[in-house]
């Protein structure tokens, strides 16, 4: 079976770090684009970041929102992708999604993690 | 970046009823060396995290029922469900991989009468 499963959320202050991992199951990771995606009531689905492949040197883009304040990494001896946040801001609160790309469409979803930045 | 506007927001039928929902993009989403319309439509239900139905506008996602139809091109896309069933009850969102950054729509919610 396909699985994407995320864990690292939970509550931070603003102004503070959070890194969220994804450990990737049932396909061969190295081989996909990894990208993160989240979700909140007042931006609805906002795509974050991508990883590409060793073969594209793990080339990475980000949404201008979180660039400079986000790092996107992978492990494919792990099938794990990861996200660091820094700097996190209250507009920066939601779930966020693990997905695997597949020609920049999204084809699998993890069920998320839940990141609240409040103080 | 790319707008995605949906309508309506939401919509309420009855189960065997045909639905139809529209995608606009602000700009085209047809590359023109492949033909391709890079546009995805996503379910989302109740509780749970989106799933991929549509690719390149038109291309049914493995496993996804006949009765999702995808259709439309350059700015104007539609997402089309011949006979609802209670179980299609959900947002459904559009998003562009034209360029960067991908972008979705806001989503239309499909309630049962």
């Known amino acids: 079976e396909v699985k994407l499963e995320e864990s690292g959320g939970g509550l931070v202050q603003p102004g503070g770090s959070m890194k969220l991992s994804c450990v990737a199951s049932?396909?061969?990771?190295?081989?996909?684009?990894m990208n993160w995606v989240r979700q909140s009531p007042e931006k609805g689905l906002e795509w974050v970041a991508e990883?590409?492949?060793?073969?594209?040197?793990?080339?990475?883009h980000y949404a201008e929102s979180v660039k400079g304040r986000f790092t996107i990494s992978r492990d494919d001896s792990k099938s794990s992708v990861y996200l660091q946040m820094n700097n996190l801001r209250a507009e920066d609160t939601g779930i966020y999604y693990c997905?695997?790309?597949?020609?920049?469409?999204?084809?699998?979803w993890g069920a998320g993690t839940t990141v609240t930045v409040s103080s | 970046d790319i707008v995605m506007s949906q309508s309506p927001s939401s919509l309420a039928v009855s189960v065997g009823e045909k639905v139809t929902m529209s995608c606009k993009s602000s700009?085209?989403?047809?590359?023109?060396?492949?033909?391709?319309?890079?546009l995805a439509w996503y379910q989302q239900k109740p509780g749970q995290s989106p799933k991929l139905l549509i690719y390149?506008?038109?291309t049914r996602e493995s496993g996804v029922p006949d009765r999702f139809t995808g259709s439309g091109s350059g700015t104007d896309f539609t997402l089309t469900i011949s006979s609802v069933k209670a179980e299609d009850l959900a947002v459904y969102y559009c998003?562009?991989?034209?360029?960067?950054?991908?972008?979705f729509g806001s989503g239309t919610k499909l309630e049962i009468k």
């Open positions: 700009q085209s989403l047809l590359y023109s060396s492949n033909q391709k319309n890079y």
């Open positions: 990883i590409r492949l060793k073969s594209n040197n793990y080339a990475t």
């Open positions: 049932g396909f061969t990771f190295s081989n996909y684009w």
């Open positions: 390149w506008a038109s």
């Open positions: 997905t695997r790309g597949r020609q920049w469409y999204f084809d699998v």
């Open positions: 998003q562009q991989y034209y360029s960067y950054p991908f972008t």
